[in-house]
Nanobody, 127 residues
Framework: QVRLVESGGGSVESGGSLSVSCVASGNTYSNYCMGWFRQAPGKEREGVATFDSDGSAIYAGSVKGRFTISQDGPKDMWSLEMHSLRVEDTSMYHC?????????????????????WGLGTQVTVSS
């Protein structure tokens, strides 16, 4: 079992910046795929960014150039830095994780059978 806990988020005006973090605990592995997806009320899940144990990152077109996913110093901790935030970025942001992944794409992390998801942290951007 792996437990994911998100932190950070909050409220910011359009054009501002926020950072969210994810910490994994339990039976984690050195070969992994993790990522962030978001889901607003009444909308479908949307993969935002992924990061694998090789250090490769993938971004959704809507956030590329504005968001950066990275592994923080301690093992099993990652962050998503968000800049130039827009009203349409408002959503609940969830961390996702799996080990020994077959693939690590934006569509993978939003599959219900992907692995583990956190409960999420809210990001609200006002105009």
């Amino acid at each position: 079992q792996v437990r994911l806990v998100e932190s950070g988020g909050g409220s910011v005006e359009s054009g501002g910046s926020l950072s969210v973090s994810c910490v994994a605990s339990g039976n984690t592995y050195s070969n992994y795929c993790m990522g962030w997806f978001r889901q607003a009320p009444g909308k479908e899940r949307e993969g935002v960014a992924t990061f694998d144990s090789d250090g490769s990152a993938i971004y959704a077109g809507s956030v590329k150039g504005r968001f950066t996913i990275s592994q923080d110093g301690p093992k099993d901790m990652w962050s998503l830095e968000m800049h130039s935030l827009r009203v349409e970025d408002t959503s609940m942001y969830h961390c996702a994780y799996t080990f020994n992944p077959v693939s690590c794409g934006l569509r993978d992390i939003i599959r219900p059978d992907f692995g583990y998801w956190g409960l999420g942290t809210q990001v609200t951007v006002s105009s």
